[in-house]
C-alpha cells in the first residue's frame, strides 16, 4: 500500500510497473522491437472496447481533446448537422469542438448534476435528421454517469437509415466503467491515456466499430496530423509517443490480470466510500446516488468555507484534489478515485482531508464501514 499525494479525476497515480515500462530504451519504432508491442496494444485495447471483429483502434500522441478533435474531423463534414448531449463542462467541450469545425449543432443541455434521460434525447432524434450525437459518458466535471446503455437500446427501434452516428466521449470511464461497444451499439468510443489506464497524459485512444468504420470521412479536406486513416489500417504515420505506449502495454497487462469485472466493482466501493465519508462530514455529495460516477465524487463543502482554501489546507497536508467546475467553482471539491488507486489508498488520502472537516472521525468511520461491508463479501480486495 502507498499513501497518494494525488486524489485527481486525471492525471491519476502512475505505478511502479508502468514507470518502469516506460524507461524501456528507445528503438526504431518502425522496427522488430516496437512493432510487436504496437500490435499487442492495439489487440488489447479491441478487446478492452469491445469494438467486434471489424472495428479498429487508434492510438496517436495528443490529449484527450485531441481525441475529440481528431474524431470530429474524421468522422463529420462541415455543415453536418449533429445532437450535442451535454451534462456539465466536457459536454460542453465535445460540442464546442463540433462547432469550431463548422458541424451544424443542435444543443441539448441537462441542468449541472443530472444525467440526461434517454426518453427526450430518442424523441428528438426521430424528429431530426442528424448525422452524429455526441454523448458523454462520464462526466468528469460533475461526476454524472451517463445511460448510455439505456439510449442506445431505445435507438434500436429508429431505421437504420435514419439512425445517427452514437459518439461516446469516455475520457474519464473506460476502462474503470463499462462500454461494451458492440453490445450496446456504440459506434465511436473515445479514452485518454491519464485516467483509468493509470499513464501519463499524451495518448488519445479511439475505437471504432465496424458501422462507426464505414462513416470514416477518407477525403475529408483540411487535416493531416489527425487523419486517422492509416492508425485505423494499422500503419504508423508518424513518430508516436514511444514510451508512452510501453507504458499503456504495461497498463493493458495489470488491467488483464485484474478482469474487468473486479476493476468495476472496485471503482464502484471507492466511489460509495467517497460518498459516505462526504455525507458523514457534513459534505454531502452533489450527485444523486443513482446517477454518481464510480471515478470522480463532487462533493459541496459547508457554506461560508471557500474551495479554494480548503483544497490549500488538504495540499498543506500532502494530498492533492481537485476544484469545482463551472458553477460549482464556489461550491464544491471534486475526488478523483480511479485508475491504480484501491480502498486501502483511497481510505488513506480521505484521512488527510478529514482533518479539515468538521467531523473527522465519523467521515472515516463511515468511509470505513462501507470497505469493511465489502471485505465480508466472497472475494475480498487485497488491501
Given at each position: 500500500m502507498?499513501t497518494?499525494d ?5 492525471p491519476t497515480?502512475v505505478?511502479?510497473a ?6 524501456t530504451?528507445?528503438s ?6 516496437f512493432?510487436p508491442v504496437?500490435?499487442?496494444v ?5 478487446t478492452?472496447?469491445e469494438?467486434?471483429?471489424?472495428g ?5 500522441p495528443?490529449?484527450g481533446?485531441g481525441a475529440l478533435?481528431?474524431?470530429v474531423?474524421n468522422?463529420?463534414?462541415?455543415g453536418?448537422a449533429?445532437l450535442s448531449?451535454?451534462t456539465g463542462?466536457f ?7 463540433a462547432?469550431a469545425h463548422?458541424l451544424?449543432?443542435?444543443?441539448y443541455?441537462v441542468?449541472?448534476g443530472?444525467?440526461?434521460?434517454p426518453a427526450?434525447?430518442v ?5 431530426h435528421q ?5 454523448l458523454?459518458?462520464?462526466e ?8 448510455i446503455e439505456?439510449l442506445?437500446a431505445?435507438m434500436v427501434?429508429?431505421?437504420?437509415a435514419?439512425?445517427p ?5 469516455s ?11 458492440q453490445t450496446?451499439?456504440?459506434?465511436v ?6 485516467k483509468?489506464?493509470m499513464c501519463p ?5 479511439i475505437?471504432?466499430s465496424?458501422n462507426?468504420?464505414?462513416h ?5 479536406p483540411h487535416?493531416f496530423?489527425f487523419d486517422l486513416?492509416p ?5 504508423l504515420?508518424y513518430t508516436?509517443a514511444?514510451?508512452l ?12 490480470a485484474?478482469g474487468s ?12 466510500m467517497?460518498?459516505s ?17 464510480p471515478?470522480?465524487t463532487?462533493l459541496g463543502?459547508p457554506?461560508?468555507?471557500?474551495p479554494t482554501?480548503v ?5 498543506a497536508?500532502g494530498l492533492?484534489?481537485?476544484?469545482g467546475?463551472?458553477p460549482w467553482?464556489?461550491?464544491?471539491i471534486?475526488i478523483?478515485h480511479?485508475?491504480?488507486?484501491t480502498?486501502a489508498t483511497l481510505f488513506a488520502?480521505l484521512?488527510i482531508?478529514?482533518h ?7 467521515g472515516?468511520e ?18
Amino acid at each position: 500500500m502507498f499513501t497518494p499525494d494525488i486524489l485527481l479525476p486525471g492525471p491519476t497515480p502512475v505505478p511502479v510497473a508502468i514507470q518502469q515500462a516506460m524507461l524501456t530504451p528507445m528503438s526504431d519504432h518502425r522496427g522488430s522491437a516496437f512493432t510487436p508491442v504496437l500490435e499487442r496494444v492495439r489487440h488489447r485495447l479491441a478487446t478492452l472496447f469491445e469494438v467486434g471483429p471489424s472495428g479498429g483502434i487508434a492510438v496517436l500522441p495528443a490529449s484527450g481533446t485531441g481525441a475529440l478533435e481528431a474524431t470530429v474531423q474524421n468522422f463529420f463534414q462541415k455543415g453536418d448537422a449533429v445532437l450535442s448531449v451535454s451534462t456539465g463542462a466536457f459536454g460542453n467541450r465535445f460540442r464546442d469542438v463540433a462547432q469550431a469545425h463548422g458541424l451544424v449543432v443542435d444543443p441539448y443541455t441537462v441542468p449541472w448534476g443530472q444525467a440526461f434521460d434517454p426518453a427526450p434525447v430518442v424523441s428528438r432524434i426521430r424528429q431530426h435528421q442528424y448525422r452524429g450525437i455526441l454523448l458523454t459518458h462520464n462526466e468528469t466535471s460533475t461526476g454524472v454517469i451517463n445511460p448510455i446503455e439505456r439510449l442506445t437500446a431505445q435507438m434500436v427501434s429508429i431505421p437504420p437509415a435514419y439512425r445517427p452516428l452514437i459518439v461516446v466521449d469516455s475520457i474519464s470511464g473506460v476502462p474503470a466503467i463499462p462500454l461494451p461497444m458492440q453490445t450496446w451499439g456504440v459506434d465511436v468510443a473515445l479514452a485518454a491515456s491519464q485516467k483509468g489506464f493509470m499513464c501519463p497524459p499524451g495518448l488519445a485512444l479511439i475505437a471504432a466499430s465496424g458501422n462507426g468504420l464505414k462513416h470514416l470521412q477518407q477525403d475529408r479536406p483540411h487535416r493531416f496530423y489527425f487523419d486517422l486513416g492509416p492508425y485505423f489500417e494499422d500503419k504508423l504515420p508518424y513518430t508516436p509517443a514511444t514510451s508512452l505506449i510501453y507504458g499503456l502495454d504495461k497498463s493493458l497487462e495489470l488491467l488483464a490480470a485484474e478482469g474487468s469485472a473486479r476493476r468495476y466493482q472496485r471503482h464502484r466501493l471507492l466511489g460509495q466510500m467517497t460518498r459516505s465519508f462526504g455525507h458523514a462530514v457534513g459534505w454531502n455529495p452533489f450527485v444523486e446516488e443513482i446517477v454518481a460516477s464510480p471515478t470522480v465524487t463532487s462533493l459541496g463543502v459547508p457554506a461560508g468555507s471557500s474551495p479554494t482554501r480548503v483544497r490549500a489546507r488538504i495540499a498543506a497536508l500532502g494530498l492533492q484534489v481537485a476544484g469545482g467546475m463551472g458553477p460549482w467553482h464556489d461550491t464544491a471539491i471534486r475526488i478523483g478515485h480511479v485508475g491504480a488507486i484501491t480502498p486501502a489508498t483511497l481510505f488513506a488520502g480521505l484521512s488527510i482531508v478529514a482533518h479539515v472537516t468538521p467531523h473527522p472521525s465519523r467521515g472515516l468511520e463511515a468511509a470505513w464501514q462501507v470497505w469493511h461491508e465489502d471485505l465480508d463479501k466472497e472475494e475480498p480486495y487485497d488491501a
